[in-house]
């Protein structure tokens, strides 16, 4: 089992309550604010802006949530509280290297409790530039199995629409594999085919995996991620770990 795409399959078999329901529309609420803030409130003309809208309307955030954030971001609201983009980066138990994307009106707040993370679960927070260097920054469009007739299909859609390769590993999904500055690019040419896509993100792929065999450590980074995505600045978790099945099996409670 290995980084994020595979801790993302994790946290999807986990029940979701009405206060992780809360924290998703915060953090859905804070990238339509830095979406509004760096591209304009116009999501015609804003791509960034757009994608953040879709995702709200999926999780049925209500509008009138949508339309707060916009302003916020674009400083028509009352609240004029600055909210920023920012990546952190840490080393978790056993090496493993882990990158943190937020989105933050206080990043004294924001550090001190991913400090705190870090050291209830035996890792580190790092300086900037420790661990990006193995992660390669790329574009990802997902698309679900159900709406796709075959691979070769979706392999030829991604290549004549000028994707860079396609990952068929995930169980009831597709992902179109980007470079970041083409994804807009590839999504018009996509949605142009009348192919529904289930999410649209810049990601950062780890370059090569580290195999975690000490159980304590593999329960600790779970245990660690799972600290981080609940934090409310938290937008992001991209980390380099592989953990093998027969590992997880004995880690049924983490």
């Not at 999780?59 to 600055?82: C, F, H, M, Y």
């Not at 989105?103 to 661990?131: P, Q």
């Not at 600790?220 to 981080?228: D, G, R």
Request: contains cysteine.
């Amino acid at each position: 089992m290995s980084g994020h795409s595979k801790w993302a399959q994790i946290k999807r078999k986990k029940a979701v309550t009405d206060a992780k329901r809360g924290a998703v529309f915060s953090k859905i609420a804070k990238e339509i604010m830095v979406a509004s803030r760096l591209g304009g409130s116009d999501p015609v003309n804003n791509f960034r802006l757009r994608f953040a809208i879709e995702k709200a309307k999926e999780n049925l955030l209500p509008q009138v949530n949508i339309q707060r954030a916009i302003e916020k971001g674009a400083g028509t609201g009352d609240d004029k509280s600055q909210i920023e983009d920012i990546i952190y980066e840490g080393y978790g138990p056993g090496g493993t290297a882990i990158l943190i994307q937020c989105t933050t009106d206080n990043k004294n707040r924001t550090v001190a409790d991913l400090r705190s993370y870090f050291t209830k679960y035996h890792g580190k927070l790092a300086e900037s530039g420790a661990v990006s260097w193995m992660f390669a920054k790329r574009g990802e469009i997902k698309i679900s199995s159900s709406s796709f007739k075959s691979q070769d299909e979706i392999y030829e859609l991604a290549i004549e629409a000028g994707a860079c390769d396609i990952d068929f590993s995930g169980e009831d999904y597709a992902i179109i594999i980007t470079k970041p500055d083409e994804l807009e690019k590839i999504q018009k040419n996509i949605l142009g085919k009348n192919i529904k896509l289930s999410e649209t993100q810049i990601s950062y792929s780890p370059k090569e995996h580290l195999e975690i065999t000490d159980p304590e450590h593999a329960k600790n980074i779970l245990k660690l991620l799972e600290a981080i995505e609940e934090h409310d600045d938290v937008q992001n978790v991209f980390s380099n770990f592989d953990i093998k099945e027969e590992i997880l099996k004995t880690m049924e409670s983490v």
